[in-house]
């Protein structure tokens, strides 16, 4: 992953918090288009957009240091930049929002697949005829008998 600089913002509040608007939006930008991916089943697109989603993200919290650390500042900036940060904001909100419920849309099929996938293996692990010799020499079929460990914390 490439490694960004991290920028200091304009000293002018305005400039600065129009920077801001600038991120948030590249941010948002990235999060509707992971969306667009993970609800058109598309790995190849989500995955590529992941590196990018890093360094945005990572800018964006590294440039909220700075207005944190300019609150007063903020403050006292023009109340048409106070409604565009909050209009900025509450899109944002709703992207996020968007984008967590695809998230864990897909989480929920990821774990459902692995499921399945560990069901049928325990399954076919039933099923099989395996011999092997009981306490008393004798050969007996006790593959009903033997447990099956799909996991750390399951044995069936």
Known sequence: MAQQQT????????????????????LGGIYEDETSALNNIDNEQFLSLQENKLVIAQEYRENMVQILDRKNEVSKTSPAM???????????QEISRKNMESL????????????????AAIRDAHKQNGYSYGNNGSISNTSSKKPVSSGLSETV
């Open 82 to 92: 106070k409604r565009k940060l909050q209009e900025i904001y509450e899109e944002f």
């Open 104 to 119: 864990e849309r897909m989480q929920k099929c990821t774990e459902s697949l692995g499921n399945k996938l560990r069901s």
């Open 7 to 26: 920028q200091t913002l304009p000293k002018d509040t305005n400039a600065a918090l129009l920077e801001m608007t600038h991120i948030i939006k590249k």
